[in-house]
């Protein structure tokens, strides 16, 4: 393959097709593959931070909704917290190949166009009192255009890096955009409190404080009473929406040395590490995005209400769980190089059982007393998870059954169906609550799921007489 093709090299800032493309060639990629690359991630990072914050964005105004006056059960709060995940992770499985068929460029410029579908009527429905139930569903159903966007994003990344980089390149990209998670969680609960965009907005709606008491929503007599701007949640995401998509359009490229069918891609179902690395990952990222889709109304639910609650509980803390899973990533994948990816997953994995059987202790509170511990153990289980995200995406990029080719879609296709914990927790922990008022029949659910994720995970990877021993 030549490394020297001048429009190649002259031409490494234009957008589009890439004609030829070999990173793994080291004079081909300081000369020129090394700049195309880091442009497209550049591009790539917000872009998936965006998509997350839209993903994710229901958790954190689901928790303000019966406040400014609506009348919501606990259980259709949950719904909209959860519907996100059902559609996300279904449109992530064509989005797992539609990279190596349609090309990168294209595939980001229509992921980040679709995301301005959900949030600009959200911004809308938001302003509209009369806004029924049914319709948030639809929005929150259309919010699952972002989860779709991670699988073709870290699938098209890939095939940009080498192999020695892939850690870097994938690293950065899911790192940097899974913090979106923490983002909206984070600024949802300052940028509803004021009219920091005027007119352009629209006005305020009161909020009063409120609390479920027997599965019914009252408001608190003599509770907090002030101005909300719940709208803004949807609104402030809008323009940096738009301004990425225009840097997408301009910047970024598809590669057509890794244009491929879809029935070779197809071929990785063939594959018996494929599925193996599905089930880890679901453990991995699954109870990542699971939790913090769950976790503000959790907090909500569990301890918001008590007496001595102080307002606005769930959107001061929740956002910390993501940040940390999302910062402690990065580190997952540094470790597994040192010590190998299947030891991280196992340590992180004991790690998680523990937190998870721990964290039931401070379910069923009678005060707030018991809420720091609570919090902490939560905190526990999301850096785990954090840890268990980078440990099993480096053990896909280094399993010899998978080839430089195939890594992409396999990595599209696990984070997928991984990604269906967005709607399997919270849908659990809402029966759950619904049944004893606490998500810890829910939590047990999933030790005996992490419990036989490291009896698969020792079987296919720890046994010093398996195939893939090391990974």
Known sequence: MSTTEPKTIASWWKPGWIQEWDPEDESFWERTGKKVAWKNLVVSIPALHLAFATWLLWSAVVVNLNSIGYNFTVGELFWLAAIPGLTGPTLRIPHSFFPSKAG???????????????????????????????IF??????????????????????????????????????????????????????????????????????????????????????????????????????????IVLVAAIFFMNSLRAFSMPISEQLKIFKLRHNWVMTWLYTMAFGSFIGYSAAFPLTIKVVYGDL???????????????????????????????????????????????ASSLAVTAFTHPENMDSFPYFLAVFLIMFTCTGLLNGSTFRMIGVIKQFSFQTRGPVLGWTSAVAAYGAFIIPMVFKSAIEARGAPDFGLYFFVAFYSVSMVILWYFYLRKSSEEYGA
């Open 104 to 134: 990168g460029w294209l595939v980001h410029v229509v992921s980040v166009s679709s995301l301005l579908i959900p949030l600009t009527w959200m911004f809308l429905a938001l302003k509209d009192p009369d806004t029924t139930w049914g």
């Open 137 to 242: 569903m639809i929005i929150g159903a259309l919010c699952g255009f972002g989860g779709g966007n991670f699988a073709s994003s870290m699938s098209n990344i890939s095939s940009f890096f080498p192999t020695k980089q892939q850690g870097l390149g994938l690293g950065l990209n899911a790192g940097l955009g899974n913090l979106g998670v923490s983002s909206v969680q984070f600024l949802t609960r300052f940028i509803i409190t004021a009219g920091v965009f005027g007119g352009v907005a629209g006005g305020a709606v009161m909020y009063q404080e409120g609390k479920f008491v027997d599965k019914e929503w009252v408001f608190t007599a003599g509770g907090t009473v002030k101005d909300m701007w719940l709208q803004n949640a949807a609104f402030v995401w809008i323009i940096p929406a738009v």
């Open 307 to 353: 007496p001595d609650a102080p307002d606005g509980l769930a959107l001061q803390y929740a956002f910390l769980g993501p940040l940390l899973g999302s910062l402690i990533r990065p580190i997952g994948g540094w470790l597994s190089d040192k010590f190998s990816g299947a030891k991280v997953t196992l340590a992180a994995g004991l790690g998680l059982i």
